[in-house]
């Protein structure tokens, strides 16, 4: 796992023990141990009187090393000698060798403190930070909780409440906030920071200031009843805000145990719990997407060529409605000037008014000062023609989903734009192929399909076809990461790989309630299963125009494998979209609140009468497993598809562009992953159970029957035939698939 620590000790008998492991000085089982032969190095020189634990380059410590937990989980390491023991780094390391040391120890922090970096901070008998500083203990995004006693100090250092609040939204607060607490002692500026924390050592041991053991401080820990009060308070928020996790109570019962029994059971507690909650699967989900994450922006053939990203500056966005208001709105925020583009004042008006709506939204949440608004707004201006467009590096197309439009905006932006500007379409389903066929501008055109609202939701999928050239797929990745989203690059076909994997989702709703099943049961039971809303829910919120002309897409190109359905044409005659018109599958009132229709069952019966399809009893009496299933399965069949097609690279971009985009719960790993966790074989058998009886629409593909003959995972690591397809030239490996 590699890293070390280093120790160096100055004439003012002060010793400096550095923790070093590249990039952000992670805490592996190698640092910690050398952490502790520091400690004890340093306890039994005769020269040195006190301690200074700091980070090399400006970063304490970002964490215990999460790329060793997958050995953990296994039970391969830590499992011998002294380092198999109950709560070795929590009470050997940090309570009975770094604060029970009789020579007083000060951490110095700069930059990140996070996880075990903290706790190992909180261990240490002073704090001092500076002012950027970012101190937390996120480990519950992981599905464990602190586990080097995390969960008893901080409550001690900064109160109950606080210290709920900071572990169960993994938040973490700079150094102010964090002197303002009590977190830390002293804010100093980052060249100070060793030279006064030298001597904040020397005073401790001079008795000039106290000399504290955080683990047994009770003044900022309020008395058992009220204690209690404040816990079952936080257990009632986290059963509400997370009804399917189980580590945010696990955690709150470790702190409780420490508040009622003392620290060290405390301790113990926390080193049991942390145990079973590592071998989770929700753990197991969370570092998945953890790694998954950090993994989209390597893309073989493309990352690994040398390219640097070119410097964009200035973007055009076409189109000022709710999706080109949102992506002007990311580029602002982050410092690009952006031209906004209307057919006429009226829309260019409404177009930078809601930009100015987003940021205004921002200034009264206190994410963004007034000047700053100003400084924002500055940076963004409209337009009528494309006169400006010959200096823009790139331009972002966000018109409606209209074929020809799209291709005659694009044949424009080939006359106005100068020939290294990147092309670039919102287009959330159609063919790029298709969208460019006029121009000559091929390896320049690239699709930035941003997730409404785009300057909130976190996904950007970046979309190259085969003759896009890997420096356009480099400039955007770069773009991707400077307006803060996370890039996932995907190949080009209908759908790409959103909404291409998530089109059966809907259409598998919409099967179950023209036999028989309830729309309220089924969203109340994909909601239940963890995503932010129902398919019905959802298609009221994005609009039936949108809906219809998304669905007619994957009707068109897909038509051996779409479930065809006239429910929501039927309620667009009837003057119903949705959530705008305060009628869809649901009713609005002015707060925009859902509540149930009565009047939709005969839009329903009006539906199975055009389609011939006769209610079954059973579909009324469908278990919310079976709901599940039933729309979830067509979802991981579909993904399937995409994966063996090489749409994506790696399964887990598919995980990551199902969780950012489409909301799929984060701690069930992405929708292969989750897919992984029930089973190639029985997901296949059921599909193929249900296209027997309801149709091709449950077929499985010959990917997943491959995958389920062999009993083997959906993601194929290490097959021996591999897909092979072509970008600009060079063969790229892109999906691993079957003899």
Partial sequence: MGGTTTISVGSDGVAIITIINPPVN????????????????????????????????????????????????????????????????????????????????VAAIDGLALGGGLEVAMACHARIATSTAQLGLPELQLGIIPGFGGTQRLPRLVGLAKALEMMLTSKPVRGEEAHNLGLVDAIVPGDKLLENARQLALDILARRKPWVSSLYRTDKIEPLGEAREILNFARAQARRQAPNLQHPQVCIDVIEEGVVSGPRAGLLKEYEEF????????????????????????????????????????????????????????????????????????????????????????????????????????????????????????????????VELKQQIFSDLEKYCSPNCILASN???????????????????????????????????????????????????????????????????????????????????????????????????????????????????????????????????????????????????DKRAGETTRKGFYLYNDRRKASPDPEIEKY??????????????????????????????????????????????????LDIAGVMGMGFPPYRGGIMFWGDSIGSKYIYERLNEWSKMYGEFFKPCDYLAQRAALGAPLFAVGSSKVAVMRWNGRRLLVSCMLN
């Fill in 275 to 402: 145990q079973v909650l590592l071998r989770s699967d929700t753990c197991k989900s969370l570092i998945h997407v953890f790694f998954a994450q950090r993994g989209t922006t390597k893309v073989p053939g493309v990352t690994d060529l040398g390219l640097k990203p070119r410097q964009i500056k200035k973007v055009a966005i076409l189109g000022g409605g709710l999706m080109g208001s949102g992506i002007a709105t990311a580029l602002v925020l982050n410092g690009y000037e952006v031209v906004l583009k209307e057919v006429n004042q009226k829309f260019l008006d409404a177009g930078l008014g809601r930009v100015k709506a987003n940021l205004t939204s921002s200034v009264k949440k206190g994410k963004l000062t007034q000047e700053k608004f100003e400084k924002t707004m500055s940076r963004l201006k409209g337009v009528l023609d494309y006169e400006s467009f010959k200096d823009m590096d790139m331009v972002i197309e966000a018109v409606i989903e209209n």
């Fill in 26 to 105: 992670s805490l592996s089982f190698d640092v910690l141990n050398s952490l502790k032969e520091s400690f004890d190095q340093a306890l039994q020189r005769d020269d040195v009187k006190a301690i200074v634990v700091t980070g090399a380059k400006g970063k304490f410590s970002g964490g215990f090393d999460i790329s060793a937990f997958g050995a953990l989980q296994e039970g391969k390491a830590m499992t011998t000698g002294l380092a198999s023991k109950p709560g070795y780094v929590s009470i050997d390391i940090l309570s009975d060798t770094v604060e029970a040391a009789k020579k007083p120890s």
């Fill in 604 to 653: 329903i019966e009006k539906s199975r009468e055009i389609s011939g399809i006769s209610v079954e009893p059973k579909f009324a009496k469908l278990s919310d497993k079976d709901i599940i299933e039933m729309v979830f399965f067509p979802v991981v069949n579909e993904a399937c598809r995409v994966y063996a097609e090489g749409i994506a690279v790696k399964a887990a971009d």
């Fill in 427 to 573: 287009t959330s389903t159609i063919d790029l192929n298709l969208i460019g066929e006029k121009t000559k501008s091929h390896d320049r055109i690239i699709g930035a399909h941003f997730f409404s609202p785009a300057h909130v939701m976190p996904l950007l999928e970046i979309v190259r076809t085969s003759k896009t050239s890997p420096q356009t797929v480099v400039d955007l990745l770069d773009v991707g990461k400077k307006i803060r989203k996370t890039p996932v690059v995907v190949g080009n076909c209908t759908g790409f790989a959103v909404n291409r994997m998530f089109f059966p989702y809907t259409q598998a709703a919409l099967l179950l309630v023209e036999r028989g099943a309830d729309i309220y049961k089924i969203d109340r039971a994909i909601t239940k299963f963890g995503m932010p809303m129902g398919p019905f829910r959802l298609c009221d919120l994005v609009g039936f125009g949108v809906a219809v002309a998304t669905g007619s897409q994957f009707v068109f190109n897909f038509p051996e494998r779409t479930y065809k359905s006239m429910l929501i044409p039927l309620m667009q005659e």
